[in-house]
């Protein structure tokens, strides 16, 4: 079975300059998160999507972060513009969703954001 | 605010050591305590612990939790180098399927 499957891997980029991050889910799981871990850090979470809606985006910096999830499968990260202080790894995760082991995420290898 | 810390941040023991990771929770509605281990790339799904006392098990690794003193903890015995990772620490909340996670404990075995 396929994980969680994340791209690109890694990307530089100056700040200012927009970047978008995808991820594609476990099959049959509703539930799709966006983390960010920076260095030495646990991951923090950005936005958390029951199928197609966002049920918790209170962490995500939504001056220049947006996300969707059309069709409820995979999901698009954006930033624009990014910031130096937007460089860490942004890490996609699902799980079968609400009351099935809940709590049970399974993550993506992540995308490495360096912004120059 | 809901926090999960965990101790110590960095460890460096030799191949064969017995090593425990601690983790204490402060979070609202407390439902389960997970543990992840990640090495260079994406955590990976090591126990979910959600009653006091019952420790779950998984060859070498070993776990458990005291929901009364907040805290669990992370056994690994006869460490190998394979098991050099940073381990994470999260705990979720009753009605959400939010985890909060700790910064980790950074594990090195040396040969």
């Known amino acids: 079975e396929a994980g969680v499957v994340q791209s690109p891997r890694y990307k530089i980029i100056e700040k200012k300059q927009p970047v978008a991050f995808w991820c594609n889910p476990i099959s049959g799981h509703n539930t799709l998160y966006w983390y960010r871990q920076n260095l030495g850090q646990g991951p923090e979470l950005l936005i958390r999507y029951e199928n197609e809606e966002a049920v918790d985006d209170s962490q995500l910096p939504k001056d220049r972060f947006s996300a969707e999830r059309l069709k409820g499968v995979d999901s698009t990260l954006k930033i624009q513009p990014a910031e130096l202080g937007d460089s860490a790894v942004y890490l996609c995760a699902s799980s079968l969703g609400p009351g099935r082991i809940a709590g049970e995420l399974f993550f993506g290898e992540g995308s490495r954001l360096t912004v120059l | 605010e809901d926090k999960v810390v965990q101790s110590p941040l960095s460890l460096v023991v030799h191949e064969g050591d017995t090593v425990t990771l601690n983790c204490s929770y402060e979070v609202t509605n407390f439902r389960s305590l997970l543990w992840y281990k990640q090495e260079k790339k994406a955590p990976t799904f090591l126990f979910m612990l959600?009653?006091?006392?019952i420790e779950k098990k998984s060859g070498r690794l070993s776990s458990i939790l005291d929901k009364k003193e907040l805290f669990s903890i992370l056994n690994i015995t006869a460490t190998q180098t394979g098991d050099s990772a940073v381990y994470l620490c999260a705990a979720t909340q009753g009605g959400s399927e939010k985890l909060v996670f700790g910064k980790g404990t950074k594990l090195t075995v040396n040969p």
């Open positions: 959600t009653s006091s006392g």
